[in-house]
């Protein structure tokens, strides 16, 4: 189509990655590696000391997003059209919600939807007040889960993929270099696919850690370390493999369509009635009390930031690309709340539904260790009829959404890498997810999230002044 004057500039083509851009990126993800490995405790104390001094950032940044974006979207800003006045959207608008529904955040909602609303239930947050165990806590814990996966994390994610889809750009330092120069742009660039690469790894490890608990429920073999390296291998060879094909957007709406049928078997052979009444009461209960929610963030809450704004280049570019054509408004109510209403579903039928068996003695869910919440999944679903089927086709959506994560991270730049680059990037933060979950376990990943997200940061606020300067030199 042809842009009329006024509009913004596109791009089409999909450049080459930036040599030296990947090359700091590699750089910053083994240095992140290495240094978890071998020192794993001067990792932990640098985490804790960005926690305790820049927490409050990650929050306010988090909070920023989710206003202007609900701001633009109510503004004179909204008729604008992504890419320019004479786009019109590639896909239908069934495929392109199917796509947000399955995209951003999948490996992580499989290893939370269950074992997070668990953790919290038996060991309620600090400062909720509520007693472990009671409904108080049961309230409470699906609150916070929504709290974490919904609005907040999806806002970050709408900025990102506003600031590049509207002025057609196709990266974060695109969307810069306009404002602030050529190589501040590729700085932007640098930091971004960092803090992507260790963001995905902390996905990737998380998505390891439960197909280990899967292998070991389905096998019978205790999931060590041993077994842990295994599913790396298998989780690798499958990450090269698909590679090689196009297909990243199949993969999306597949995994979408997998996690659709787990919900429903979950809602129907679990507490139908009571995952109906937490999705009313959870909701209204999350949305009564967001404010004070979203102030009062205590370190879980902060990691979650942390992990969405080092994932939004990611989620951004490819966000990004499935949405262009599509006015500014009606992308910004699809990516709040299409995504973050099938999130209030999944964790109000898993979540939810887990709580309410583990209350009324039908099956012993909570687990002592916090960390093994991605087994909680294969606990609620041995607990159901066909017990010891289907973590077979849950391990299967595990694997799936694993290598579209990976096959994700390879975009961030928003380039088209050749197929030799991003397998060797695919593998350098599988690799990285690996040595950090053997040195450390989920802390290092989590902790690695923290120190990287902290310089996207002030990249993606800069992107917000970038966003509105764009959107105010194309006013209708």
């Given at each position: ?5 006024g ?54 940044v ?38 947000l ?27 909720s ?5 009671t ?103 499958a ?35 009571h ?42 570019v ?12 009606a ?73 579209a ?66 959107l ?5």
């Open positions: 189509m042809r842009a009329v004057e509009d913004p500039p596109r791009t089409d083509d999909l450049p080459r990655p930036d040599r030296a851009v990947l090359a700091f990126a590699v750089a910053v993800v083994l240095a992140v590696t290495v240094w978890g490995a071998a020192a794993p405790a001067t990792l932990r104390g640098a985490g804790g000391w960005v926690l305790r001094n820049f927490g409050w950032l990650y929050a306010a988090a909070d920023v997003f989710l206003v202007l974006l609900v701001v633009v979207a109510l503004s004179r800003y909204g008729r604008l059209r992504l890419g320019g006045s004479g786009e019109r959207p590639e896909l239908t608008t069934v495929a392109w919600l199917g796509l529904a399955g995209a951003g955040m999948g490996v992580g909602l499989l290893f939370a939807g269950v074992g997070e609303p668990l953790a919290d239930y038996t060991v309620p947050p600090p400062g007040g509520a007693a472990p165990r409904d108080d806590a049961a309230r409470t814990a699906l609150e916070y889960a929504l709290l974490h996966w919904t609005l907040h994390p999806w806002a970050v994610y709408g900025v990102t993929a506003l600031a590049l889809a509207y002025p057609g750009v196709r990266g974060i330092g695109g969307a810069l270099t306009p404002l602030l120069g050529a190589r501040a742009g590729r700085g932007a660039d640098a930091l971004a696919v960092s803090a992507a690469g260790v963001g995905t790894a902390t996905a990737l490890g998380l998505a390891a850690l439960q197909l280990t608990a899967g292998a070991g429920i389905v096998t019978g073999l205790v999931p060590g370390t041993r077994l842990r390296l295994i599913v790396f291998a298998v989780l690798t060879a990450f090269a493999v698909s590679a090689r094909h196009r297909g990243l957007r199949r993969l999306t709406l597949a995994s979408a369509v997998l996690a659709v049928l787990l919900v429903l078997w979950v809602w129907l052979f679990g507490p139908t009635v995952a109906l009444d937490t999705l009313l009461t959870s909701t209204g209960g999350y949305l009564a009390e967001l404010p004070a929610l979203a102030t009062g963030a205590g370190t879980g809450t902060v990691f979650h930031w942390a992990w969405w704004l080092s994932l939004a280049p990611v989620a951004g490819f966000l990004a690309r499935i949405s262009r054509g599509r006015t500014v408004r992308f910004l109510a699809g990516v709040l709340l299409v995504p973050a209403a099938a999130t209030a579903v999944w964790f109000s039928v898993l979540g939810g539904g887990a709580i309410r068996m583990d209350q009324q003695g039908t099956a012993e869910l909570t687990r002592p260790v916090p960390d093994d919440t991605g087994a909680s999944l294969f606990d609620l679903l041995k607990a159901l009829p066909l017990g010891a089927v289907t973590p077979v086709p849950a391990m299967i959506l595990v694997l799936v959404l694993f290598v994560a990976a096959r994700a991270g390879a975009g961030a730049t928003g380039c088209d890498p050749p197929t030799w680059a991003a397998i060797t990037w695919g593998v350098l933060i599988i690799g990285a997810a690996a040595t950090l979950l053997t040195a450390d376990g989920p802390d290092a990943l989590r902790t690695a999230t923290v120190l990287t997200a902290l310089p996207l940061t002030a990249v993606l606020l800069a992107l917000c002044v970038a966003l509105l300067k764009s105010r030199d194309h006013r209708p």
